[in-house]
């Protein structure tokens, strides 16, 4: 193995980990947060939650992609349940309200984020940019939140 592929997987590698030991857990945090979805009005806070939960799903199962190798088969299954998480809320979040767009923009960018994470494990490519990206998907989901709850 040459110097710049050993490179390459220990950023693949610490990047999976930063998003493992930082995003998952602040993630899971904001899921917990019953109060605020109690607060948010039924049509956009279908989308809202659905948006959370596709997120939620991406980020509970990536620690099993810490460390290579990579089990292509769990990875697909994986996949599989994250893209069809993200369908869901593209369906929930058919409205017109700013809330639902903002929804849309966050699962457009997480079903970005799935297919360059694939490239990575398939390619060795870099991923420095990953736990800033799902960092801002999860900004535009508790804005769209917040965007829900003041009727928006």
């Known amino acids: 193995m040459d110097f710049g592929r050993i490179v390459k997987l220990l950023v693949v590698v610490g990047v999976v980990f930063l998003l493992w030991k930082y995003v998952v857990p602040m993630v899971k945090s904001s899921g917990r947060r019953g109060d605020t979805r109690s607060t948010v009005s039924s049509g956009s806070g ?25 089990d292509s ?9 994250v893209e069809s ?4 809320a593209e369906r929930d979040c058919g409205c017109d309200s700013a809330s639902c767009e903002k929804s849309r923009e966050a699962m457009r960018d997480l079903r970005s984020l799935v297919g360059d994470f694939e490239s990575t494990i398939r390619n060795g490519s870099s991923a420095s940019d990953f736990v800033q990206r799902q960092e801002s998907i999860d900004n535009k989901i508790n804005d769209a939140g917040a965007l829900a709850r003041d009727g928006k």
């Open 46 to 70: 279908s989308c809202v939650q659905s948006a959370e939960r596709a997120s939620e799903e991406w980020g509970s199962g990536l620690r099993q992609f810490a460390n290579p190798p990579y």
């Open 73 to 81: 088969m769990a990875w697909s299954v994986f996949r599989g349940k």
């Open 85 to 88: 998480k993200i369908g869901s």
